[in-house]
T-cell receptor, first 116, second 115 residues
């Protein structure tokens, strides 16, 4: 099946710094990608929909200026956590829908962010 | 709004035992329903899906039936194996979603199968 990669798999940063997480579709093109956040023992929460060539669509309650999303190409979306704080520590997961269908989504393995 | 509720784990079973993981949903319109599985250290994978009432999704011995009257999509397997140990997520895509085809997930149920 199709593969989605994320980089880095885990990152530790200091409070106040910014961190960029990459999501790549390795063998297919994705005009849309989704970014989720997963808290311990909680479900995945949709943060935003990343659209290639246009602005991302953010879910209610998600700060656009804090979680910057750029979808510069058909295979790459990036999530930048700006001025990170300890409460931003979480597991971030991206996904991309299969080409031509809405029912199959391919998920990246996730990025564990720890802000100290 | 749309939401998914699934039984919380962890669920611990012996090999060859029968598995049921309950999932109920709330949604307007006619959602599509999914079960995703996350094996240790891996990304989520689609396990099975059902797109309309009374559809039965099945894969790898797992199955779930879309029950509109009870708004449920319970996951079952007749005989689990150690390799089935993973976290299982019930999810939906609402037909009226403003988020395109983004999935709305339950909290996940951890399954541990012991030899």
């Amino acid at each position: 099946g199709a593969v989605v990669s994320q980089h880095p798999s885990r990152v530790i940063c200091k409070s106040g710094t910014s961190v960029k997480i990459e999501c790549r579709s390795l063998d297919f093109q994705a005009t849309t990608m989704f970014w989720y956040r997963q808290f311990p023992k909680k479900s995945l929460m949709l943060m935003a929909t990343s659209n290639e060539g246009s602005k991302a669509t953010y879910e209610q309650g998600v700060e656009k200026d804090k979680f910057l999303i750029n979808h510069a190409s058909l295979t790459l979306s990036t999530l930048t956590v700006t001025s990170a704080h300890p409460e931003d520590s979480s597991f971030y997961i991206c996904s991309a829908p299969a080409t031509g269908g809405i029912y199959e989504q391919y998920f990246g393995p996730g990025t564990r962010l720890t802000v100290t | 709004g749309n939401s998914v509720t699934q039984m919380e784990g962890p669920v611990t079973l012996s090999e060859e035992a029968f598995l049921t993981i309950n999932c109920t949903y709330t949604a307007t319109g006619y959602p599509s329903l999914f079960w995703y599985v996350q094996y240790p250290g891996e990304g989520l994978q689609l396990l099975l899906k059902a797109t309309k009432a009374d559809d039965k999704g099945s894969n790898k011995g797992f199955e779930a039936t879309y029950r509109k009257e009870t708004t449920s999509f319970h996951l079952e397997k007749g005989s689990v194996q150690v390799s089935d140990s993973a976290v299982y997520f019930c999810a939906l895509i609402a037909s009226n979603s403003n988020s395109g085809y983004a999935l709305n997930f339950g909290k996940g149920t951890s399954l541990l199968v012991t030899p």
